[in-house]
Protein backbone atom coordinates (compact mmCIF):
# COMPACT_ATOMS: atom_id res chain seq x y z
CA UNK A 1 0.00 0.00 0.00
CA UNK A 2 1.35 3.25 -1.29
CA UNK A 3 0.66 6.22 1.33
CA UNK A 4 1.45 8.97 -0.71
CA UNK A 5 -0.73 7.98 -4.35
CA UNK A 6 -4.17 8.12 -3.23
CA UNK A 7 -5.32 5.55 -6.12
CA UNK A 8 -2.95 2.99 -4.74
CA UNK A 9 -3.78 3.50 -0.82
CA UNK A 10 -7.55 2.99 -1.48
CA UNK A 11 -7.99 0.14 -3.75
CA UNK A 12 -7.15 -2.46 -1.46
CA UNK A 13 -10.03 -0.85 1.00
CA UNK A 14 -12.68 -0.43 -1.72
CA UNK A 15 -11.32 -2.75 -4.67
CA UNK A 16 -14.73 -4.98 -2.97
CA UNK A 17 -16.92 -1.91 -3.91
CA UNK A 18 -15.50 -1.90 -7.19
CA UNK A 19 -18.53 -0.24 -9.61
CA UNK A 20 -19.87 1.93 -12.32
CA UNK A 21 -20.84 5.37 -12.49
CA UNK A 22 -24.25 3.74 -13.85
CA UNK A 23 -24.63 1.85 -11.00
CA UNK A 24 -24.30 3.78 -8.23
CA UNK A 25 -26.52 6.33 -10.06
CA UNK A 26 -29.51 4.00 -9.98
CA UNK A 27 -32.51 5.79 -8.63
CA UNK A 28 -34.20 2.78 -7.06
CA UNK A 29 -37.79 5.10 -6.67
CA UNK A 30 -37.78 5.48 -10.14
CA UNK A 31 -36.45 2.13 -11.60
CA UNK A 32 -33.83 4.37 -13.72
CA UNK A 33 -30.03 5.39 -13.92
CA UNK A 34 -29.26 8.60 -13.99
CA UNK A 35 -25.63 8.37 -16.00
CA UNK A 36 -25.45 5.57 -18.33
CA UNK A 37 -21.69 5.25 -18.19
CA UNK A 38 -19.87 2.40 -17.71
CA UNK A 39 -16.60 2.74 -19.20
CA UNK A 40 -14.92 5.47 -16.52
CA UNK A 41 -12.63 3.52 -14.20
CA UNK A 42 -11.72 3.33 -10.71
CA UNK A 43 -15.36 4.23 -9.23
CA UNK A 44 -16.30 2.59 -6.15
CA UNK A 45 -20.22 2.35 -4.52
CA UNK A 46 -19.24 3.95 -1.65
CA UNK A 47 -23.18 3.43 -0.46
CA UNK A 48 -22.21 -0.68 -0.37
CA UNK A 49 -19.06 0.21 1.62
CA UNK A 50 -21.01 2.27 4.60
CA UNK A 51 -23.26 -0.85 4.14
CA UNK A 52 -20.72 -3.48 4.73
CA UNK A 53 -18.25 -1.35 7.38
CA UNK A 54 -21.25 0.27 9.99
CA UNK A 55 -23.88 -0.84 12.11
CA UNK A 56 -27.21 -1.46 9.80
CA UNK A 57 -29.14 0.20 12.47
CA UNK A 58 -26.87 3.79 12.41
CA UNK A 59 -26.38 3.83 8.89
CA UNK A 60 -25.11 7.41 8.49
CA UNK A 61 -26.34 9.33 4.99
CA UNK A 62 -23.30 8.64 2.78
CA UNK A 63 -22.75 9.78 -1.47
CA UNK A 64 -23.34 7.35 -3.99
CA UNK A 65 -20.05 6.82 -5.34
CA UNK A 66 -16.14 7.83 -5.11
CA UNK A 67 -13.94 8.40 -8.20
CA UNK A 68 -10.30 7.83 -7.93
CA UNK A 69 -7.79 9.51 -10.01
CA UNK A 70 -3.86 9.80 -9.49
CA UNK A 71 -4.15 13.29 -7.44
CA UNK A 72 -8.20 13.59 -7.77
CA UNK A 73 -11.06 12.16 -5.61
CA UNK A 74 -14.19 12.59 -6.47
CA UNK A 75 -17.61 12.36 -4.37
CA UNK A 76 -20.27 11.85 -6.10
CA UNK A 77 -23.86 12.28 -4.88
CA UNK A 78 -26.73 11.01 -7.76
CA UNK A 79 -29.83 12.54 -7.14
CA UNK A 80 -32.79 12.06 -9.89
CA UNK A 81 -34.67 14.91 -9.02
CA UNK A 82 -34.92 18.33 -10.16
CA UNK A 83 -32.59 20.53 -7.72
CA UNK A 84 -35.69 22.33 -6.02
CA UNK A 85 -37.17 19.02 -4.89
CA UNK A 86 -33.88 17.74 -3.17
CA UNK A 87 -33.90 17.60 0.62
CA UNK A 88 -31.31 20.61 1.42
CA UNK A 89 -30.60 18.99 4.79
CA UNK A 90 -30.15 15.12 3.68
CA UNK A 91 -27.42 16.89 1.18
CA UNK A 92 -25.63 18.20 4.10
CA UNK A 93 -25.65 15.23 6.42
CA UNK A 94 -24.49 12.87 2.86
CA UNK A 95 -21.97 15.89 2.94
CA UNK A 96 -20.72 16.02 6.30
CA UNK A 97 -20.65 12.17 7.24
CA UNK A 98 -19.21 10.84 4.17
CA UNK A 99 -16.58 13.28 4.88
CA UNK A 100 -16.10 12.21 8.14
CA UNK A 101 -15.91 8.40 7.27
CA UNK A 102 -13.44 9.85 4.23
CA UNK A 103 -11.27 11.26 6.33
CA UNK A 104 -11.30 9.30 9.47
CA UNK A 105 -11.75 5.94 8.59
CA UNK A 106 -10.37 5.78 4.57
CA UNK A 107 -7.90 8.34 4.56
CA UNK A 108 -6.55 7.06 8.13
CA UNK A 109 -2.62 7.00 7.22
CA UNK A 110 -2.90 8.18 3.80
CA UNK A 111 0.60 11.14 3.78
CA UNK A 112 -1.29 13.31 0.69
CA UNK A 113 1.13 15.20 -1.29
CA UNK A 114 -1.25 17.33 -3.67
CA UNK A 115 -4.24 15.65 -3.62
CA UNK A 116 -7.31 17.83 -4.77
CA UNK A 117 -10.91 16.70 -3.11
CA UNK A 118 -13.92 17.30 -5.21
CA UNK A 119 -17.67 16.73 -4.02
CA UNK A 120 -20.11 16.39 -6.70
CA UNK A 121 -23.66 16.40 -6.97
CA UNK A 122 -25.52 15.56 -10.24
CA UNK A 123 -29.02 16.08 -10.48
CA UNK A 124 -31.88 15.91 -13.57
CA UNK A 125 -31.87 18.84 -15.30
CA UNK A 126 -34.38 21.53 -14.27
CA UNK A 127 -38.34 21.72 -16.15
CA UNK A 128 -37.99 24.12 -19.33
CA UNK A 129 -40.00 27.58 -18.47
CA UNK A 130 -39.58 30.42 -20.10
CA UNK A 131 -37.20 31.77 -17.81
CA UNK A 132 -34.57 29.26 -16.53
CA UNK A 133 -33.08 30.53 -12.88
CA UNK A 134 -30.81 28.47 -13.10
CA UNK A 135 -29.26 29.44 -15.93
CA UNK A 136 -28.12 32.51 -13.89
CA UNK A 137 -24.70 31.57 -11.91
CA UNK A 138 -26.17 32.59 -8.32
CA UNK A 139 -28.92 30.48 -8.84
CA UNK A 140 -27.31 27.17 -9.19
CA UNK A 141 -28.75 25.17 -6.23
CA UNK A 142 -25.25 24.77 -3.95
CA UNK A 143 -27.58 23.09 -1.40
CA UNK A 144 -25.82 24.71 1.72
CA UNK A 145 -22.53 22.83 1.18
CA UNK A 146 -20.59 25.71 0.70
CA UNK A 147 -20.71 26.67 4.15
CA UNK A 148 -20.23 23.37 5.13
CA UNK A 149 -17.44 22.70 3.62
CA UNK A 150 -15.96 25.78 5.29
CA UNK A 151 -16.64 23.90 8.67
CA UNK A 152 -15.08 21.42 7.71
CA UNK A 153 -11.92 23.25 7.36
CA UNK A 154 -11.82 23.73 3.50
CA UNK A 155 -11.67 19.93 2.86
CA UNK A 156 -12.91 20.19 -0.97
CA UNK A 157 -11.14 22.39 -3.24
CA UNK A 158 -14.36 22.61 -5.22
CA UNK A 159 -18.01 21.58 -4.93
CA UNK A 160 -19.87 21.33 -8.14
CA UNK A 161 -23.54 20.94 -8.16
CA UNK A 162 -25.02 20.91 -11.26
CA UNK A 163 -27.45 19.12 -13.58
CA UNK A 164 -26.13 15.64 -15.71
CA UNK A 165 -25.95 17.58 -18.73
CA UNK A 166 -23.04 19.42 -17.52
CA UNK A 167 -20.80 16.83 -16.95
CA UNK A 168 -21.36 15.14 -20.19
CA UNK A 169 -19.90 18.87 -21.50
CA UNK A 170 -17.18 18.99 -19.53
CA UNK A 171 -16.29 15.57 -19.01
CA UNK A 172 -16.78 14.72 -22.65
CA UNK A 173 -15.50 11.03 -21.92
CA UNK A 174 -18.08 9.82 -19.84
CA UNK A 175 -21.38 8.27 -21.79
CA UNK A 176 -23.92 9.48 -19.75
Do not use: W
Not at 146 to 157: A, I, M, V
Amino acid sequence: MNKYCIKEFLSNTLESHESTLKETSFDKTNNEYLCEDEKLRVIYDFDSYVRQNFDQSLLPASPDAIHVGNKKLYFIEFKNQNPSDIDKSQMKRKFESGTKILKEELLNGFCPKDVEYIFCVVYKKPRARYFNPYAIESNIPKFGLEEKNEELGHFYSKIITEPVEFYKEEFAELDC
